[in-house]
């Protein structure tokens, strides 16, 4: 292999090793400035939006825990990885999708060792943010206190409402 294309490779392999996920998309439609918008919107959750060759990336995915993505490496291809969010990642990149006319096509995705149609994406992006999971958490643990602060202060309103009541006649 040539060094430069060992370069290449590497730096793909780097891309990938610090995430568990990882999106292929054809950006083929995309313009320069549409792609910079999408770099910045992703860059705000820690993933990165790389144009890589077909080949190289089949030689970076050999030896990761990624499954075999070789039949989607056709066409131009991009890659998404990186961040801890996968689910908010689908995220933007269906929104960036909707909101530029299907421009960009998302050929699949891997989640670790599970390969993802892109049908599956799209679903993945429905769940919610790991923010809102840790807000429902955090509501769900406040609730048996909240629950019992209303029992302990509706028995002395009660009294005090009977109190009133006997007052008035």
Avoid: I
């Avoid at 050929?107 to 993802?116: E, I, W």
């Avoid at 429902?136 to 048996?144: F, G, H, K, M, S």
């Amino acid at each position: 292999m040539r060094p430069e294309k060992s370069w290449l490779v590497q730096e793909a392999v780097t891309y990938l090793q610090g995430s568990d996920y990882l999106y292929l998309l054809d950006f083929s439609r995309v313009r320069v400035e549409e792609a910079a918008e999408l770099r910045r919107s992703l860059r705000a959750e820690g993933a990165v939006f790389h144009v890589v060759k077909n080949s190289v990336l089949q030689l970076a995915l050999q030896g990761l825990v990624f499954p075999d993505l070789k039949p989607q490496l056709s066409g131009p291809t991009a890659l998404v990885a990186g961040g801890a969010n996968p689910s908010g990642v689908a995220k933007l990149l269906l929104q960036f999708r909707k909101q530029h006319e299907d421009k960009l096509v998302l050929k699949c995705g891997a989640l670790a060792s599970r390969f993802l149609s892109p049908e599956e994406v799209k679903l993945l992006s429905e769940l919610p943010t790991l923010d809102e999971l840790r807000a429902r958490c955090l509501a769900l643990l406040q609730e048996p206190a909240r629950r019992a602060l209303a029992v302990f202060q509706a028995v002395p309103q009660s009294l005090l409402r009977v109190l009133k009541a006997k007052a008035g006649l």
